[in-house]
């Protein structure tokens, strides 16, 4: 087709396809095409991931409740995704795409996931009390997925709860309980999760009942590594998930010389905790670590990120200085993003909590469509096309709510 075909494509097209690409790669690709394409899709400003901010000086051990979906750049500009389900006010935790909300932050009976690139909600039993709520897996693609559920135990401790689809209520996955849950990574049909205290809790969910196991204290490992003259304290460990690995990620105070710093950990029979091997090259990838749940991307997908690095949202109350730090692996030094000011004058006083990534958009090919004749313009248009077959698919046994008929050009078959 010539240039001015492709510069003369219906907005509204350009606009359902941009809504459905893969990759923030392939949203700033299509947005540089043309004028016309640039002003039919979306800003390329909207790349992932972003940050849920919640109210400062909000205890670890209870909901976050009030949010906002912010970008992690200077400004931390705020993201607008539609309103959330009727009932659901306040957020109490993120993976995979997927907010989990309750109908109160103090005392919750309802609770929904909630996906709002495509409007879908997940009802599960509410456990209260409730503090968090971890999804493994994006439960529009995965069907092993499970959700973990953090309660309160005693004054400063939580407990973890299990629940996985069909399941009538929430059993109990390790009772013994530890200090409040720090962050949490998934690998394999297993969690990691590190207390504030770091301890590490590792649990086997490949049975039907799960196996805990937990590690001894990573503390005094973890200070052995730093051979400074003058003792550097933890300014965080966590845990992540990254191309098939896990990798524990150690951040300093003060000035280290390596500022953060990514190993291999080994699981010893004695229930210790090695760390031998460090990693210095990360490839294409960054690590996102914080409270809450962790993960890794590329750079090759998400193009407003920088390979082999350590994105940190530190969430603590007393840090209004910086938003978001960065750890450039590669060289040691460590990139800041300024706390905004506008947001330290919001009487919300927003605090960067979690990092959110919305889930990638998982289109699956059911069937080709052939026309019975090359299509023009003016004689079928795509609103005509659509409901042609959507009459065709009311006729078969599908259980799906809704669907949105996609049509797409294959090329060089």
Known sequence: MAAAGWSSLLADLLKEISGRLSSDADLLHIHQVCLHWRASTSLPAACRPWVVAGRARRSGLVP??????????????????????????????????????????????????????????????????????????????????????????????????????????????????????????????????????????????????????????????????????????????????????????????????????????????????????????????????????????????????KRNCVYYADNKPYNQKYWISVFHLGSDVMEEIPYPEELKQDTTNWTPHDWFCPRKPNWTPHAWFCPRKPLRSNELGAEKVKSKLLAANSEQHYPIKSRKINLYLLANL
């Open 64 to 305: 976050i409740g009030d949010y906002s979906l912010r970008l992690p750049r200077r400004g931390a500009r705020r993201i607008e995704v539609g309103a959330p389900p009727a009932g659901f006010p306040y957020y109490c935790g993120t993976s995979r795409g997927w907010l989990a909300l309750v109908d109160d932050d103090r005392s919750p009976t309802r609770l929904v996931l909630w996906e709002f690139l495509s409007n879908t909600e997940i009802s599960l039993p509410c456990p209260s009390p409730l503090t968090r709520i971890f999804v493994s897996d994006d439960p529009l693609i995965s069907s092993n997925w499970f959700a973990i559920a953090t309660q309160r135990k005693g004054r400063i401790g939580q407990k973890t709860l299990l629940w996985r689809p069909g399941d009538a209520d929430w059993t109990m996955m390790y009772e013994r309980g530890t200090f409040e849950v720090g962050s949490i990574a998934f690998l394999e049909g297993k969690a990691y999760y590190i207390d504030v205290e770091k301890n590490i809790i590792i649990c086997d969910l490949n049975t039907p009942s799960p196996k805990c196991t937990r590690m001894y204290n990573i503390c005094s490992v973890v200070n052995k590594l730093c051979k400074c003259d003058r003792f550097h304290p933890m300014r965080g460990v966590h845990l992540v998930a990254c191309n098939g690995e896990l990798l524990l990620v150690v951040l300093r105070l003060g000035n280290h010389p390596s500022p953060a710093e990514v190993y291999k950990p080994e699981w010893m029979p004695d229930l210790q905790v090695e760390l031998h091997e460090r990693v210095m090259d990360l490839g294409d990838y960054s690590l996102f670590v914080g409270r809450g749940d962790t993960f890794s991307l590329s750079a090759k997908e998400f193009p407003s990120i």
